[in-house]
């Protein structure tokens, strides 16, 4: 399950003027700041791939990847940003949500989540959303090579667990969740051989 080929195709400001090929789409999402760009540069083994084609400023878009030429990694907007309230019902709603119930190539949503800090509230309405709106979904744990350090008052396994047992109040069944980092690569040929087993359904 190697990355051979990786390459930008385009930036759509709307769900409607995304790539209508049918290859099957993975899409990335997480508060900013949760490892998001890093975590698909470590995926395609290049340095700042994901930053490259991501426009400045605050423009909401969809950015898809192709991979191997044969599937799409889709780079959606973050939420979360510092001054925006505890509630994902903004402008993120509309444009992101849109694209998750109108995306028919959508194979799952990898929701990130910081593991260096304890659950936070917008990453499980979230998941509570996506839920309830039967998107598949699989948690990606982000940063987990800080074991070892004591970080926001508690340990890196205390707030995954944390976050798993909160989970559990939106989903009967548990969504796949698997830990990666960034920094040590580790969790990511595991990451990619799910994503491959997904997309053989
Ligand atoms: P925005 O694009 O600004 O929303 O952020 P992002 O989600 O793309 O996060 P980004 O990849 O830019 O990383 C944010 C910060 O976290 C950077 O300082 C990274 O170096 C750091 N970081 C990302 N991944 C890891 C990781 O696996 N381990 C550690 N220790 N730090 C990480
Ligand atoms: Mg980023």
Same mark, same amino acid.
């Given at each position: 399950y190697r990355v051979k080929q990786s390459a930008f195709v385009q930036a759509s400001t709307r769900v409607s003027d995304c790539p209508k090929d049918g290859l099957p789409e993975f899409a990335f999402v997480g508060r900013s700041n949760v490892g998001k760009s890093s975590l698909i540069n470590a995926l395609?083994? *290049?340095k700042e791939f994901a930053e490259t $084609?991501? *426009?400045p400023? *605050?423009?909401q878009v969809i950015n898809h990847y192709l991979i191997n030429k044969s599937w799409y990694l889709v780079d959606l907007p973050g939420y979360g940003f510092a001054n925006v309230p505890t509630d994902i019902r903004s402008t993120w709603n509309t444009f992101t949500k849109g694209y998750f @119930?109108? $995306?028919? $190539? !959508?194979?799952?949503? @990898?929701?990130l989540v910081d593991a260096s800090?304890?659950?936070q509230a917008i990453d499980l309405d979230c998941a509570d959303w996506l839920g309830r709106n039967r998107v598949p979904l699989t948690v990606v744990f982000t940063k987990c090579d800080k074991t070892r350090k004591k970080v926001d008052g508690g340990k890196l396994e205390d707030n995954v667990r944390g976050f798993l047992r909160?989970? *559990?109040? $939106?989903y009967d069944q548990m969504p796949p969740w698997i830990m990666t980092s960034a920094v040590t690569n580790n969790g990511r040929d595991? @990451? !990619?051989q799910h994503l491959y087993t997904l997309r053989t359904y």
């Open positions: 395609v083994q *290049k $084609s991501k *426009k400023g *605050k423009t @119930l109108r $995306s028919d $190539s !959508l194979v799952c949503v @990898l929701l800090i304890p659950p909160l989970l *559990k109040k $939106s595991e @990451l !990619l």
